[in-house]
């Protein structure tokens, strides 16, 4: 049996707006919350694999598209770095204009073989976002995102930040993405 270690919890929700380049929506610089971390070594098991769940709200004032990704990254803010990887990103959603919507995100990152700047992790994961509002009925609607990437020369001797990004089509103080819930938990 598989037991569960939680070893990343957001502390308090995260809200980034105004921004059209690719721009960390986990623990931001100018906040004192801690970012997700990944001890050097965790990798060190073909098998050993982390769960990320994410939860939030995403806002839209006209037709802007939002781009979600996610890094194992080497400099915090940075997506990948030297010895990280980008896990994932997203084709552009277009979140329903003036709502306040809810979106969700859960992905598997599994080793697949041990090595110090060779290490290979397979991701694979989902994303939705809804296109009513945070208090709304369910539809049909809501648009989603899958992917499933192997990843190549990652460096098991570092610890690497686990962080989302995101970036906005249009600039806007209204275009917001909050951040309610990550965690990480890992397995094996």
Not at 10 to 27: D, W
Not at 78 to 90: E, H, M, Y
Not at 110 to 127: D, E, I, M, P, S
Request: aromatic share 8%; with cysteine; hydrophobic share 45%.
């Amino acid at each position: 049996m598989t037991q569960l270690e939680l070893i990343y919890n957001l502390p308090a929700a995260v809200t980034k707006n105004t921004y059209t380049t690719q721009a960390a929506i986990s623990a931001v610089a100018s906040t004192s919350i801690p970012r997700a971390l990944i001890p050097a070594g965790y990798f060190n098991v073909v098998g050993k694999s982390l769960r990320v769940t994410a939860r939030g709200t995403i806002a839209n004032t006209a037709a802007a598209t939002f781009v979600l990704a996610a890094g194992l990254d080497a400099t915090a803010g940075t997506i990948a770095g030297t010895g990280g990887a980008t896990l994932f990103t997203t084709a552009a959603l277009t979140p329903t204009a003036a709502v306040t919507g809810q979106w969700d995100m859960d992905m598997d990152i599994t080793c697949q073989a041990v090595g110090n700047l060779g290490t290979t992790v397979q991701c694979n994961g989902k994303c939705f976002v809804s296109s009513v509002a945070s208090s709304g009925a369910w539809n049909s609607t809501e648009q989603a995102a899958f992917w499933g990437n192997n990843l190549t020369g990652v460096n098991n001797e570092i610890s690497l930040f686990l962080e989302l990004f995101g970036t906005w089509s249009a600039s806007s103080s209204s275009n917001t993405t909050t951040l309610q819930h990550l965690r990480v938990y890992g397995e094996n």
